[in-house]
């Protein structure tokens, strides 16, 4: 007996009659047998619609094309090294470049309506095979006609995100590296076409598949497709007829082999009994092709670091524009000055220069002048007297100035720039900065007839630096202290003879040009750093304007900024020192803010005896020097203390008479300076502070108690608010 073939069907085929009669006599089975070979699953080429096909085998199987993009911003892959190895023939460098990026799949759009509109289809990505990827170039040649260049892609890998990389490497060399760098950055005219072929069902004489798939495998499909083969079913003839109740049933079996190498889908086709033959198709191979615009994409924020450029004689370094491709090693700057915006001083007659930071995405402005620094402590200027004993000193000391400078600017025309910047297309999301470095040369200096040297140096704080002037004997008939007073005569003058100098400002290594600031070393034109502070009201509505400083204040000028709209108020008015006033604001104040222009307020004229107030006096000779001892109370709770009241005595050196700090919310700390052996300033110095605190909650009784602190270790004495808390009864 024969066994069913594996795998196949069987089916009732009709009726088998027994004879009754007494000999047995064995009638044959009627068997009808069908081998309906079903071909491999793949797209119908004549079914196509946008990016969908059709399977031959299931209706409610579809195929689909997948669409390729340039991976979304910031590419993490993309790079852009060139190296110079050597040099062409006219002794310009030999560039070759290591291009790479990343592409992206997906769904195309049709597919995904598709799906939405039929939830229950079956969808398939149509494998791609042999994908490729050419970059291409247009330009124009020496005749004036378009040509365009292509660059093959020397891998195109998956990686484990389902992306893939294109990398160019070996293809794009020489003077074309230029080419293709300026398309990225400038032109925006590069695109990527990538090419693939992928295998469908097709009329005959279409193109053979590329290898693909298994050709013996789908050779075999072919024919046993299309030669409609079915196995003929030997007959009997038919019975006579017997009673429908008597009649038994014979089995048909018609067996159904699918070569496949996909899973069925969710409803398995069942062929009928009598499949009509298959069309005759061959499986080809047709070609996909898309095209991807570059466009100015590699130019945008974020891809600026990654196009780098390697000599010889030096490591990697950011191309900062293409004369780094067209010289070897050539110094090239981030830097171009902003024209764009018109004459900025004529406009803002603080603001001298701006230059734009390509790579930082900065705008630096060049002040009009660099002033004196003045803060919360009073004015950054000292006057140091110490002994000279240089054998060419007539009176036996000199006299060390030093100031801290900074840009001054006004901040309401800050404020107005600002606005203006932010309404410029192209310079969105650039920050607004000042210059933090010196130049060499040419040198920074300060004009003076006195004989004397400047040194400039960085500050400690961003943007600020630090000039040191010294003033020593001119001879017998000037000496040092005649100089000192002279310089200082200049410094307070208020007829104009300010002291000027020139301060040379460093963009970066490759901007060459001298940037020059003004420096202006007079107490009439000082800048502010956090003497100032505006809080907000909304009771009143108003601005809390106060003054922190220990210096009076003139406020010239104060505007009220909310977004790009500015409300100007000329109206100046005193502000003494430590003091506040309430500027009323309009009802609609979201999001505004106070912006103030403050210059100190100086006596007229300027005496001798108030210089002391801008200027601090310091002396020191062979056995003594001045010594800084200053209180922070900043970590009081001023909310629940009112006052602190902090007596500091030397122990060991009974001649310096007591200092007191008084302190509270609006000045938290304070400093003095002592005149103290050197000896001391250079060991240590013990000191003693009685601390006496005063509570808001008027039913406290006041605390007092003793610390110590040695001001050689630690100049700076902290007063924290677990201290008071701890002598609470």
């Not at 010889?312 to 050539?330: E, G, W, Y």
């Not at 004397?452 to 000496?479: I, Y």
């Not at 709209?565 to 506040?580: D, E, H, I, K």
């Not at 009974?654 to 008084?662: D, G, K, R, T, V």
Request: include cysteine; glycine fraction near 6%.
């Amino acid at each position: 007996m024969s066994l069913p073939i594996a795998g196949s069907a069987m089916r009732l085929a009709g009726p088998v009659a027994a004879t009754p009669q007494a000999t047995p006599v064995m009638r044959p089975l009627f068997w009808r047998l069908s081998f309906p070979i079903r071909p491999i699953s793949l797209p119908m080429a004549s079914t196509r619609s946008g990016s969908l096909f059709e399977d031959r085998n299931y209706p409610d199987l579809h195929w689909y094309l997948p669409q390729f993009a340039l991976a979304a911003d910031v590419d993490a892959s993309f790079v852009f090294a060139a190296n110079q190895p050597s040099q062409l023939k006219d002794g310009t460098p030999f560039n070759a470049v290591h291009l790479a990026f990343r592409l992206t799949k997906s769904m195309p759009s049709d597919v995904s309506q598709f799906a939405q509109a039929n939830p229950t289809a079956g969808l398939r990505e149509i494998p791609l095979e042999s994908l490729a990827a050419v970059l291409t170039s247009p330009y124009t040649d020496a005749q004036g006609n378009q040509a365009v260049r292509s660059f093959t892609a020397s891998g195109v890998t998956v990686q484990g995100d389902g992306s893939y990389l294109v990398v160019f490497d070996d293809s794009i060399l020489g003077d074309v590296v230029v080419a293709v760098y300026q398309d990225l950055r400038v032109f925006g005219k590069a695109s990527v076409k990538l090419t693939a072929t992928f295998s469908t069902w097709s009329p005959p004489g279409a193109p053979p598949p590329p290898g693909g798939l298994n050709a013996r495998f789908l050779s075999f499909q072919n024919v046993v497709a299309t030669s409609a083969f079915r196995s003929a079913a030997v007959e009997t003839p038919t019975p006579a007829p017997v009673p429908a109740a008597a009649a038994p049933t014979a089995v048909r079996m018609e067996p159904a082999i699918m070569f496949s190498p996909l899973p069925p889908p969710s409803h398995p086709y069942d062929p009928p009994p009598d499949d009509p033959p298959q069309p005759q198709l061959v499986i080809a191979s047709l070609p996909f092709e898309q095209v991807l615009g570059a466009g100015l994409k590699y130019n945008a924020d974020g891809y600026q670091l990654q196009y780098t450029v390697t000599t010889l004689s030096s490591p990697s370094r950011v191309i900062l524009s293409v004369a780094d491709l067209n010289a070897f090693n050539a110094p090239q700057s981030q830097y171009v000055e902003l024209k764009e915006m018109g004459d900025i001083n004529a406009k803002y007659p603080s603001i001298s220069r701006a230059f734009i930071g390509r790579l930082s995405r900065t705008i630096v402005l060049i002040p009009q002048r660099y002033s004196i620094l003045r803060s919360k402590s009073g004015c950054s200027a000292a006057c140091l007297a110490r002994v000279d004993s240089s054998p060419s000193s007539t009176s036996q000391c000199a006299f060390e100035f030093s100031f801290v400078i900074g840009p001054e600017i006004n901040r309401i025309e800050l404020a107005q720039f600002q606005n203006e910047v932010a309404a410029v297309a192209y310079l969105q999301g650039y920050s607004i900065t000042f210059p933090t470095l010196l130049r060499d040369t040419p040198a920074s200096a300060v004009q003076t007839s006195f004989a004397s040297t400047a040194n400039f140096s960085a500050g400690s704080d961003p943007h600020t630096f630090a000039l040191t002037v010294t003033v020593q004997d001119d001879g017998l008939a000037t000496p040092a202290v005649a100089n000192a007073n002279l310089f200082i005569l200049r410094l307070t003058a208020q007829t104009g003879t300010d002291l000027i100098g020139s301060l040379s400002l460093k963009l970066d290594d490759g901007f060459t040009d001298p940037v020059l600031g003004t420096v202006d070393l007079n107490f009439a034109h000082t800048t502010g750093t956090d003497e100032l502070t505006s809080d907000f009201d909304p009771t009143g509505p108003a601005f809390n304007l106060s003054n922190l400083s220990p210096l009076d204040l003139v406020i010239q000028e104060y505007a009220l900024v909310q977004g790009a709209n500015l409300t100007l108020s000329s109206s100046a008015f005193v502000l003494p020192s430590r003091t506040g006033k309430a500027l009323p604001a309009p009802a609609n104040n979201a999001g505004m803010a106070l912006v103030a222009v403050a210059q100190l307020a100086l006596p007229t004229p300027m005496t001798m005896a108030s210089v002391s107030n801008y200027l601090n006096f310091q002396t020191v000779d062979v056995q003594q020097t001045r010594y800084m001892i200053a209180v922070d109370a900043t970590g009081v709770d001023w909310k629940s203390v009112v006052s602190v009241t902090a007596t500091i005595t030397f122990p060991t050196l009974s001649s310096i008479a007591p200092m007191s700090f008084a302190l509270g919310p609006v000045l938290q700390s304070g400093s003095q300076s002592v005149l103290v052996p050197l000896v001391n300033a250079l060991s240590t110095l013990p000191g003693s502070l009685d601390i006496l605190a005063n509570f808001a909650d008027t039913t406290k009784a006041s605390v007092e108690f003793t610390l110590t602190n040695d001001f050689v270790g630690q100049p700076v004495m902290t007063l924290l608010q677990s201290q008071i808390t701890a002598h609470l009864s």
